[in-house]
């Protein structure tokens, strides 16, 4: 089988605050014939994912390479075998992997491809609920939180892809979930359907003072855990509520991505020491082995109903900077995909 040319999705410069759409360019790329242990893709959904905004820093070192100007961008996506040279896969397949995005088609090594069933999910919930995202929730509310029954969990960036589903699980837990989130839209959703028995609108709070009464209120017996997608004013007001032998899972600080200048730390650090706090940042790619575990436990709660999740959809490669820059202004509700290609032709 030949090479495949069509469109990719390029940096045109590194971008200094908010990215902003003529930062991106889309170009003709080439996709090589598959080499041995290779897999040839067309790209049917992608991912856009607040990660992506480090790799635009090639001032800082980080835990994964940044963008190069030369080469289209990259990240998770969903694709169907146009041709394999690895033994897992042949044509036709569908598999999911965190390379091969931002581009019509993609050669990537088989090896760093999963197989994915379009008959037990929708194919965009690979890169969602059941794919890094929801394998992220699970992680840092289980094996960082920890959360017994009858504890209070609070969740910043709770309406996002990886949010949404730490509240329901802590939910499922027994927990009361106190969740943040940026929107009444979104506040609504999570007290409904998403399993957070109080959702605060921080934009409703001007500072860290404000947003840490409304979330003593909330969490009258302390918060036990929090998972920190954001930063900023939310960590301060965690800070603040931390119950003694609170656990803090340190997952993301979307605040600051866009920052040009260092954020000064919250100035209650202090807190942790005298109420015994345990905080731990991960990534999830270190956690690789327990993914099983987690498609065991999650995916049968979605078949069940048991847990929801949403979807902002855009249609189109070409919308793929939209969907990247919208998820800094909180334009997405749930996990932002792009849609590049028909799930069958
Ligand atoms: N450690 C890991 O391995 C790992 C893996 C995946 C994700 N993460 C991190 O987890 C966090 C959530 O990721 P995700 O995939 O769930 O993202 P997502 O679906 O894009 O959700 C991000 C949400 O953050 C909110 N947000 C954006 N800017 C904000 C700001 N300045 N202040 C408060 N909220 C803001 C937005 O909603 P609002 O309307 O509520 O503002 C947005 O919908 C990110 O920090 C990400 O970097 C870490």
Redesign the pocket.
Known sequence: MPAKTGKAIFLKSFPQGLPAKDHFVSRSFEAPAPADGEVQLRIVWMSV???MRGRMRPDIKSYIPPFSLDAPLDGGAVGQVIESRHPSFAAGDYAVGFSGGWREYATVAGAGLQKVDPGMAPLSAYLGVLG??GF?AWA?LNEIIKPKAGETVFV????????SLVCQLAKLKGCRVVA????KE?CDWLTREGGADVALN?RDYKNATELTKALAAAAPKGVDGYFE??G?M?LEAALNCIAFGGRIAL?????M?NNTEPEPGPPNLVNMIGRGVMAQG????NYLPLAPKFAFEVAPLLDQGKIKFRESVYEGLEKAPDAFIG????E?????VVRVGPDRI
């Open positions: 994912d607040p990660y890094m995202p992220t840092g910043s960036g709770a309406a996002g892809a990886v949010g943040s989130a940026g929107s979104k921080y997608n954001v900023g939310h997952c993301g600080m979307i605040s991505y991960f990534i999830i790619s998820l800094f202004k909180g997405n509700f749930g996990k932002a």
